[in-house]
């Protein structure tokens, strides 16, 4: 029995796991060759964390013998790499690198071989697998541990080595905590590392690792390959059923397209033995030059769910509609599907027609925009404390209401507006053919977003501090009533908070919750601080479309196009569009 991945942390709490005895096998790969040249290892001096304050973490890198000057090398993270970089070992990561390159099966590749952190005020602990920080760094959900590496670690390797920053290029590899934490990386930051391998990963609710089946066929699908290795023999405790978990994971995994692969064996149990006999055949299939197609499977699906996948099409990815903005806001569509936005910095108002012809209308910077039955614009403008139409024909402003801190609107069959007040907590109702000026709705933590189901009978309000959309019936009379939190968003994890054992992640209380739009079949779109929240009429999640630009706000979206199913987001300095399955309304 290999006793050193046995997590201690499990061992502790829940008993010795019950092993079999498979036993380790030698791969040919991992034996040293005379004829293939060897990699060096260096010993770089420990890095004191500032994203795990008080922590300091040994680490090695292997710089392969193929490296040319100047030739940025492939990348490749271990966790809890004393046990990889071992040459007595069961991984011998080294030596297997040496022959992967040395026949080209892998590129030239730099390996980082980092130990979990280790509090430096307590006494130094007896090996690496029981330093302080390892469950926490590894077991937790979120981008901390991703930050870590791509803020602290992989600088100081770019100081003396050139490294891609191809995200193809880029592969992340663990083993029990290891495992579910290289997933995580790659999970939170697809546009860094796309390779994963994780040997009997702990998918299990130590700090919430259960919750990724289920947010992976709810999310839109990432551009990783994923290898996954476990076997029947490993781990079932309180925590959690490890076998379970990674069957899980690939089922996830299978439904949404991923390229994965699950090596499932029986025996063994929760140790190095298996994942070190065919850890050469993970890497050759990890890095194999062929691409997947997608295969997916969904005739589980229930008739008449409105699931993510049915909404996306194959191939289809963000397109750039406009860049080079100051704030891009207010996207919204006239009856043909010609689509318009706002530059609130600039500021202006611009259309861009079907055939993509894109003309200045306005000098005004707004934030809600919509067009009203009556063939105006009308608008946000909450620097100047008014609500205005505007004749897109000769750009003509009038002011319809003031006095009112607006945020976003949304104009009914009517042509009475409803608007949010983010400020001010409410929802504020204006006619603008008699003037008349009310509160419709008071006490939403910050009402932002803004949308009419097909019918009119529906208005859900965004909440952008906090984690619903609220839903009101619109009666004949203007008046709301039947108000309800509807749909509830997903919210970002708080890295900064407390990761308990056995329990969920931490979360910011939050959503951010910004602006809406809906689709003829009752479809709810919300962009969020995680991206495009898609609810089904029924308030169910559909799934989440990650942003185009990760790092820079999404603040509202529209469906435009002939057919009403192009999807343009603001975000940032950028608009996006999107062609989605939204099939035509059939013909009354």
Request: hydrophobic share 35%; with cysteine.
């Amino acid at each position: 029995m290999n006793r050193s991945l046995l997590l201690p942390l499990l061992l502790n709490l829940a008993g010795t796991a019950v092993l079999h005895a498979d036993g380790w096998q030698l791969h040919p790969d991992a034996v040293e060759q005379s004829s293939v040249p060897r990699g060096s290892v260096q010993k770089m001096a420990p890095l004191l964390s500032k994203v795990f304050p008080g922590t300091s973490h040994d680490w090695t890198v292997y710089v392969p013998a193929k490296l040319k000057a100047g030739e940025a090398a492939a990348l490749m993270v271990f966790q809890d790499g004393h046990d990889y970089v071992n040459p007595k070992g069961h991984w011998r990561a080294t030596t297997v690198l040496d022959n992967l390159i040395a026949r080209g099966e892998m590129p030239p590749t730099l390996a980082v071989f980092i130990n979990p952190g280790h509090d430096t005020a307590k006494p130094p602990a007896q090996s690496p697998w029981k330093n302080s920080n390892r469950s926490l760094e590894y077991d937790s959900l979120g981008e901390r541990y991703a930050r870590f590496l791509l803020e602290e670690i992989l600088p100081e390797v770019e100081k003396r080595w050139k490294v891609s920053r191809d995200p193809e290029q880029r592969a992340i590899c663990g083993a029990s905590s290891g495992g579910i934490c290289a997933f995580t990386v790659a999970w939170e930051r697809p546009e860094s590392f796309r390779k994963v391998v994780s040997s009997i990963g702990s998918f299990v609710n130590l700090r919430g690792g259960n919750a990724y089946p289920s947010l992976i066929r709810k999310t839109e699908p990432r551009p990783l390959r994923v290898f996954l290795q476990d076997s029947s023999g490993d781990l079932d405790n309180p925590f959690g059923n490890w076998p379970l978990a990674n069957q899980q994971m690939e089922a996830a995994l299978k439904y949404m397209g991923y390229d994965v692969r699950l090596d499932f064996t029986e025996g063994y149990g929760h140790n190095s033995d298996r994942g070190g006999s065919i850890f050469p055949d993970a890497l050759k299939w990890l890095w194999r030059k062929e691409r997947s197609t997608a295969q997916r499977d969904h005739s589980g699906d229930l008739r008449g769910d409105l699931t993510l996948l049915n909404l996306l099409i194959p191939g289809e990815g963000w397109k750039t509609v406009a860049e080079g903005l100051g704030a891009a806001d207010g996207p919204c569509s006239d009856q043909d599907g010609n689509f318009y936005f706002s530059d609130m910095k600039e500021p202006a108002i611009y259309r861009v027609a079907l055939d993509g012809t894109k003309t200045r209308l306005s000098d005004e910077g707004v934030s809600g925009l919509k067009f009203g039955p009556d063939g105006l614009l009308y608008a946000c403008q909450g620097a100047k404390k008014r609500v205005v139409s505007i004749n897109p024909k000769d750009g003509e402003v009038v002011e319809i209401a003031t006095g009112m801190q607006p945020n976003d609107l949304v104009v009914t069959n009517e042509g009475n507006l409803y608007v949010t007040e983010t400020g001010s907590k409410q929802v504020t109702f204006i006619d603008p053919k008699t003037g008349a000026v009310w509160i419709a709705d008071h006490g939403i933590a910050g009402p932002n977003g803004i949308a009419l189901s097909p019918d009119g009978g529906t208005l859900a309000v965004s909440d952008s501090k906090g984690e619903f959309v609220w839903a009101f019936r619109v009666e004949t009379n203007g008046m709301l009533s039947a108000r309800e939190p509807y749909m509830q968003m997903r919210v970002p994890i708080d890295y900064k908070g407390e990761f308990k054992l056995n329990a969920p992640p931490p979360y910011q209380t939050a959503s951010k919750g910004d602006g809406m739009a809906a689709d003829w079949r009752g479809r709810y779109y919300v962009t969020s601080a995680l991206g495009i929240q898609v609810f089904d009429p029924t308030g169910r999640l559909c799934g989440v479309l990650d942003k185009p630009q990760s790092s820079k706000p999404l603040t509202s979206c529209t469906l435009a196009g002939a057919q009403g199913d192009t999807l343009f987001v603001t975000n940032g300095d950028k608009v996006f569009s999107r062609k989605l399955q939204i099939e035509p309304p059939k013909a009354k």
